[in-house]
C-alpha cells in the first residue's frame, strides 16, 4: 500500500521527502522508542506495543495461497479452520504482524508447527509457487500472483483474518510536518462513508415535512 500513498503524497507535498525502511511490526515498535530519526511507523499486528500512540489508516484481509498444482487449488470446498491448523504452513518469522494475527486466530486449535518461517513475503511467496506448503499473506501482498495465476487463494471457513493496518508513534510525542503530511495523503485516500441527506416524506392528510 505505501508506495501508492507516498505517490500520493508527493502529488500534494512535492517538498517533502520521506525515507522508508521495511521491518517486520515487532522491529517498527523497537525503532520508534529507539531511533528519534524515526517519525512514524505502520504495523499490521492485533495489538499495539506499549508506549505507542496509533491510528487505525486501512484493513486487510489474510489469505490462504498455494500453487495451481497444490492438492488444495483443487478443493470443491473450504477448508475447516481445523484442517488450516494442522497443516504446517510457510510463514512470516516469529514478530510479523501476519505471523502473529494467524496465530491468535488459530490459537485455540494448537496449530502445528511452520513447515518454514521466512522473513520476508517474496520469499514466502516463492516457497508457496513452488508448491512447497500453503502459506498465509495479506491479499494486497499477493495481488499480482492471484491475478497472473501463480497462486491460487484457498477459502477458510468460519475463520476471522480481518485485521487493521495501523501508524504508530511514540505516545506523548508531536508528529512532525512530514509524518502529519503523511497521514493527511492517506485519509485523503481512503474511501468516504456514504453521506446522510435529507428526506422529504409526502403523507396524503398532511403537508410536506422534512425527516432525517
Known amino acids: 500500500l505505501l508506495p501508492r500513498l507516498l505517490h ?3 502529488q500534494r507535498e512535492p517538498d517533502v521527502q520521506v525515507g522508508l ?3 517486520n511490526s515487532t522491529e517498527v515498535a523497537r525503532m520508534l522508542v529507539t531511533d528519534d530519526s524515526v517519525d512514524i511507523g505502520f504495523i499490521e499486528g492485533p495489538s499495539v506495543p506499549d508506549g ?6 486501512a484493513h486487510d484481509h489474510l489469505v490462504v495461497v498455494v500453487a495451481p498444482q497444490h492438492p488444495w487449488a483443487r478443493l470443491r470446498r473450504p477448508l475447516s479452520p481445523a484442517e488450516l491448523a494442522r497443516t504446517r504452513l510457510v510463514l512470516r518469522e516469529k514478530g510479523s504482524g501476519t505471523r502473529e494475527t494467524l496465530e491468535l486466530a488459530l490459537h485455540d486449535l ?24 500453503p502459506a498465509v499473506l495479506s491479499q494486497h501482498a499477493v495481488e499480482a500472483e492471484l491475478a497472473t495465476g501463480r497462486l491460487v487463494t484457498v477459502p477458510v471457513e468460519g475463520l476471522s483474518l480481518r485485521r487493521d493496518l495501523r501508524a504508530v508513534w511514540p505516545r506523548g510525542r508531536r508528529l512532525s510536518a512530514s509524518a502529519t503530511a503523511l497521514l493527511q495523503a492517506i485519509e485523503s485516500a481512503s474511501p468516504k462513508p456514504p453521506t446522510r441527506r435529507n428526506t422529504v416524506t409526502k403523507d396524503r392528510n398532511t403537508p410536506n415535512r422534512r425527516v432525517a
Not at 513475503?121 to 508457496?128: D, H, I, L, P, R
Open 8 to 10: 500520493r503524497l508527493a
Open 52 to 57: 505507542l500512540d496509533h491510528k487505525v489508516v
Open 21 to 23: 525502511t521495511v521491518v
Open 110 to 133: 494448537d496449530p502445528a508447527p511452520p513447515h518454514l518461517s521466512l522473513g520476508s513475503n517474496a520469499a514466502v511467496k516463492g516457497v508457496a509457487m513452488a508448491g512447497t506448503a
